[in-house]
């Protein structure tokens, strides 16, 4: 109960701490909300006509004031009203907020796919041609840019062959290509880890004594030595999750996905305060979530962190 | 990989695409098309988003016609006698798609939201009141205003049915399709509205989608997964000329390039050194090295075709050109060198990357003015109108703008040449100019603002405020069996009744 309440506690005040730090970042930046409300690129408005409207709207308090009237509408868990859409931010933000999680659990999935059977095998067989392979995946999945791996696909997938759209939602096969450009980019770096780190458990004193105690070899790996090299990997793994919920701009840029990422960079664009901020707090939420469920995790799969923790 | 690759091979199998639908038989009468635009919406409120009136969900009470002109559309005429008090006729047997007849109360309401949900819309239409009656739409706006109807060629002031639910996802206008579905920042699916008042449309179904990325746009169009493309990338235009089954159109834009002289700097003050600029940049290499030909050369800030354009006087251009210019503005020129009083001259351009042409551009002038001893320092800015009013350390900057977005001058000449103009980024401040603009703000008679007009822009040019360099063109390109497409100048206008395929 008390670890809940401090985690809580932690909790709050982290949200607190990010939406602040946002708030006053965002304000000190240069841009003006203003002009995009105006439509000013194509609306005879005059620089005073302009003015009013910032004033109209509070962007003239001090950030402060401003930042706390922010609050005081977050307690009441009013997001407030997008300007670009005129919506409710909140309303934006859980909308666009499935077709993230979606996109970000199919690309793990295809990451999942092939990093862990290639990852193991070529712990299991080093030097050997599977992990010759692997070290040029991983090579080409670091230096690939996942901008180009797309367009690649795209060519490949659905100019050439039209076995897959190449852009927009609608069905299963939509998803295929951004997943495989995420899943597949990431996959490279998971490779190495998993190898690396079952290489090092497949070395530690527990899986001898295991083997010595005559286990079979498939037992080890799985029990043991696998059970042990994925501590490293969950970790990395929550902060995959955080990047593809919030990174996947350009992906979703190409593929026309309509996910959070490219809302979010426009949002940023035409100084969207309202939506900026609610989509920090939202980001700050589901990143502490998986972050504490990978601590979770973490201590399921390998004890000993969860008793060093308790001396 | 063999397991994500017979995963990627069993998906596509169990999956439908919409190239299914894209690709149908001419022969059927299901005919459908899927338009790619190069702006994503994330909501398609007419009174918020361009999206609607370019999908043919909704219509304004005016429209801008290919010749710039503006013509009737859901008003069937109007008449001021002052400028101020307007009277507009609806056309009669209109009806939104969800069968509600339009009349002037329907348009006055749809006024009154799209004021009050779109403060551009407020400052755009200034109205002071409004009273309908029947077909019968009176406004008074709050001082005399005789571009009025011009302003409502906008299409935020989209007539909409106020009266349905969802505005922002399933708007219900009087265009010929209706809204079926739309998914933010993807897609905006509509139907034929039957009952349309023009004629039914030709196609039952179309999808306008949207994706940024101009080389994405393109596969999308070789894959099947969208028949119209609108900007595809310029790179590709060999590619694309070579091909076929393709169709590639490439329309002025009312937009003009142009490069802008900080008139709070000394230098710039200066009209000579202003006209030396001006005669310095190389407009045929902006136009056909660097943009591929996909523009046409600028004389003016409006590009022809408008009935108030001047004759201009034709301009001697070039490094010599330059030179004189130079030693009129009082810069000593010495074995082809630009100097004054011994120092050589040190400027700063400021420009942005979103137009892909600006950052080559600046180079080649950059390249250019070096050759005549003249340093130029480029910067790239962020937030770059903001930064061009507030700051005053830059001396020249390159920017495009939206001349007559809606046929009418008023528009550029108040917002670049007012003091107070939101894209007045010279500080230009010259008292007969803001003389004649108000004039032209109170004038009714056509001829009489036209001439005025033409004043306007023969001392615009004479005082060479901006350079005026080229008006980018809008390119599309569309397959071979779309039919009765049209590259409208003003980009509002793209999904219309008439649009087929074979």
Redesign the interface.
Known sequence: MNKLLKRSIEFILFILLLSFISFVFVKL????AV?E??????????????EK?REALGLNDPVLVQYGQWLGRLVRLDLGTSY????PVTE?LL??LPATLLLTCTSLL?LI??AI??GTLSALYPNRVIDRFSRLLAVLGTSVPSFWLG?LL??G???RT?????????????L?LPS?TLGLTMAAVYVRLIRSSLLESLGQDFVRGARSRGIGGSSVLLRHAFRHALTPVVTMFGVSIGSLLGGTVVI????????MG??IV?AIQSRDYPVIQGYMVLMGLIVTIIHMLVDLLNDVLNPEIRLKGER | ?I??LC???F??A??????DATTQPAATKDKEVTFLFNF?S??I?PH?DYTPLRAGVTETLVKLGEDLQIEPWLAEKWDTTDGQHWTFEIKKNVTFQDGRALDAEAVKQSLERAIK?????E??LNIKEMSASGQTLNITTEQPFPQFPSELV?P?ASILDVNAADP?KTPVGTGPFKVTSF?????LKVERYDEYWGGAAKLSRASF?????A??RL??L????ADIVYRPPTESLETMKSDSTLHLESVTSLRTHELIFNTNQPEFKDKYMRKAFDALVNREELKDVIMGGQATLATGPFMPGFSFIPSYEVKTTGTEAALAWFEKAGYQVEQGKVSKNGKPLSLKLVTYTSRAEFPLFAQVLQAQAKEIGIQITIEFV??Y???L?TKDDWDLGTYS??IA?RGDA??FL??AF?P????NFGKINDLQLNKWIDQLDQMVDTDKRNELIEKILMHIDEETYYSYLVHPNTLVVYKDRVKNWVTSKSEYYMLTNQLDVE
């Open positions: 930046a240069p841009g003006d002009r409300i105006l439509r000013s690129d194509d609306v005879a408005v005059s620089s005073s006509q302009m409207q670009m859409t005129n919506r934006e909308d666009k295809v796919v092939i059977p290639l367009l795209i060519e997938f659905s100019v039209h076995l897959f759209p190449s852009m927009g939602t609608g069905s299963i096969a939509h295929v495989l979703e840029v190409l593929f026309a996905y309509p996910g490219k809302f426009d | 990989m397991l994500v995963t990627v091979l998906v596509s169990c999956s439908s695409t919409p190239k994503a994330q909501t409120d918020q949900v779109n403060p551009g819309v400052q755009v906008h935020n922002d998914t933010a920042g993807s897609s989608n949207f994706n940024e990325d080389s994405a596969s999308a070789m894959s099947g997964d962020d937030n109108e903001d930064y009013l703008p939206l977005p008023s528009y108040n917002v007012k107070d103009g939101t894209l």
